[in-house]
């Protein structure tokens, strides 16, 4: 009966595998009785695979907002290691596209390095895309100073909408 149990389990967790894919753990609880275990499978979101180059994602939602042509400044903090950095980023907008951006920061040591590394990768990222297709997650090495940049855009929308 006991071994019936074991191999029901474990064709359980196969199914429960097979079916969460790669993020799935699974945890077998055993009771000193010995009388019966139980699996839970705990699914993990596996991050994505980031490179060293520069990248940007493009939102799987189609948006219909409108936004005002135009210039747009804010700010945007995010945490590192070293504490809380802020970076100022302006926007320029035309027909929903951006077609000018710049990033300043106030970074100290390793964060005013990568923030200079950001600055000078992510016009290729972003200028001449949709301002709803942009979701930055690394650009040229520095991959903390993205979420800066994200949360100013988040902003600048709020400010140019129609």
Known sequence: MQDNKAKLIGLVVIALLAIGGTG???VLNKQDS????????TEQQTPATE????TSNSSTTATTDTYKDGEYSADGTYRTPGGNE???VD???KDNTVTAVSVEGNGTGDSAEYQAMFKQGIASQVVGKKIDELNV????????????FNNALDTIKQQAQA
Do not use: K, P
Not at 51 to 54: H, K, Q, V, Y
Not at 137 to 148: A, K, Q, W
């Open 86 to 88: 802020t970076i100022s």
């Open 24 to 26: 799935a753990v699974v």
């Open 91 to 93: 926007i320029t907008l």
């Open 51 to 54: 490179t060293d180059s520069a």
């Open 137 to 148: 997650s690394r650009v040229s090495g520095s991959s903390l100073t993205s979420t800066g």
């Open 34 to 41: 010995g009388q019966s275990s139980e699996a839970t499978t």
